[in-house]
């Protein structure tokens, strides 16, 4: 049904221009064009990029509703304090025992985390009802040593939408990094 909506929009827009190029085709005199006609076909022209741009810009919107609907949305997100007990490499994203995401991280992204730049890992749809998140963590720890840890969390999603954020911190009494699941309302 969304692939079918999709396709009849895109065929509307595909229309639409093939219909603004006859219109333009068809006004044009046989006699040559003086340079006043010439700008008034250009800004018509720009004129009917600009409506073919605003109608490709509303299908996109339209897409991602349809296939995201607010009340089935559940969003996942990476954040990260510090970083000095942690070097991050990859994440990897399991919803009710399904790999929904997993990410391999480059040395600029993990400098934009620390920074205080926030990922979105994951968006897609969940039905209403009790699930459970498992996040992997896989990095270079205390010591320069390879580090995986994970973090679990069970959580209700309702008919609003849910936002998650997988916490990568730095714990500076134990001197190893913590690993938290936060669920935003």
């Known amino acids: 049904m969304i692939k079918r909506t999709c396709k009849i929009l895109s065929a509307g827009i595909a229309m639409a221009l093939a219909a603004a190029t006859v219109a333009f085709a068809a006004d044009e005199a046989p006699a040559p ?9 250009d800004a018509r022209i720009e004129g009917a990029k600009s409506d073919v741009i605003q109608l490709n810009r509303d ?3 339209l897409e991602e509703e349809l296939l995201f609907p607010a009340n089935t949305q559940v969003a996942v997100f990476v954040s ?3 970083g000095k007990l942690f070097a991050l490499d990859s994440v990897q994203v399991k919803l009710d025992d399904k790999e929904v995401a997993a990410y391999l991280y480059t040395p600029a ?3 934009a985390l620390l920074r205080g730049g926030v990922q979105r890992l994951y968006l897609g749809d969940l039905r209403a009802g009790q699930h459970e998140l498992v996040a992997l963590f896989t990095g270079k720890g205390p010591h320069d040593r390879d580090y995986r840890r994970g973090a679990t969390v069970k959580f209700d999603k309702g008919t609003d ?4 954020e997988l916490q990568i911190k730095d714990s500076s ?3 190893q990094p913590e690993f938290a699941v936060k669920i935003w309302q």
């Not at 064009?33 to 076909?41: A, I, K, V, Y």
């Not at 939408?161 to 998650?164: F, G, L, N």
């Open 109 to 111: 992204e993990v400098q």
């Open 161 to 164: 939408p849910k936002y998650i």
């Open 59 to 61: 299908l996109l919107v």
């Open 173 to 175: 009494g134990k001197l």
């Open 33 to 41: 064009p003086g340079q006043s006609e010439m700008t008034n076909l």
């Open 80 to 82: 990260m304090d510090v």
